[in-house]
């Protein structure tokens, strides 16, 4: 059995940035994960907000290392054809206007070289 501080069931966004976190703490942390990994899965649109998580926990350095699809806004059509474009440097005083698009069945290779299989 192996022991540790903290055991998070579950490698997605929140068990990975906590991971991330208490790791940099100084905690041992365990994360298992029941999906073999590099798969994909939904969820890839980030909003600039993120860069945010992922800067404290010391991952978006590599998140923008691996050159990711750029996302500086979205648009949206409705059912007039018009569409809105939103520009994210157009945000609320948050320091980050821009995000990724991050595809997420590669994500995995960049942030954990050393996979236990
Ligand atoms: C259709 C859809 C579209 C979305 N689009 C976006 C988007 O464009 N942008 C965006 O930011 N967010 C998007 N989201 C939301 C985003 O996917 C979630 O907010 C995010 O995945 C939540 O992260 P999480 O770590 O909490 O959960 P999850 O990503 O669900 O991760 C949980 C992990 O736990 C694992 N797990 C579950 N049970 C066990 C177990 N018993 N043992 C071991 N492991 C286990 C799962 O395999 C999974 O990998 C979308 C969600 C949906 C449903």
New binding site residues.
């Given amino acids: 059995m192996t022991e540790c501080d903290v055991f998070i069931?579950?490698?997605?966004?929140?068990?990975?940035i906590a991971a991330g976190k208490l790791v940099q703490e100084g905690y041992h942390v365990e994360v298992?994960?029941?999906?073999k990994f590099p798969r994909f899965?939904?969820?890839?649109?980030?909003?600039p907000e993120?860069n945010k998580l992922l800067e404290d926990a010391n991952m978006l350095d590599k998140v923008i290392e691996a050159d990711f699809q750029f996302k500086g806004g979205v648009a949206f059509q409705n059912d007039a054809d018009e569409i809105r474009v939103v520009d994210f440097k157009q945000n609320l005083g948050q320091k980050w206007g821009s995000s990724f698009q991050v595809r997420r069945e590669v994500a995995r290779r960049h942030f954990l070289p050393h996979e236990r299989r």
Avoid: F, N
């Avoid at 298992?32 to 999906?35: A, G, H, I, L, P």
């Fill in positions: 069931i579950g490698g997605g966004p929140a068990g990975s298992v994960e029941k999906v899965v939904i969820g890839e649109s980030l909003l993120c």
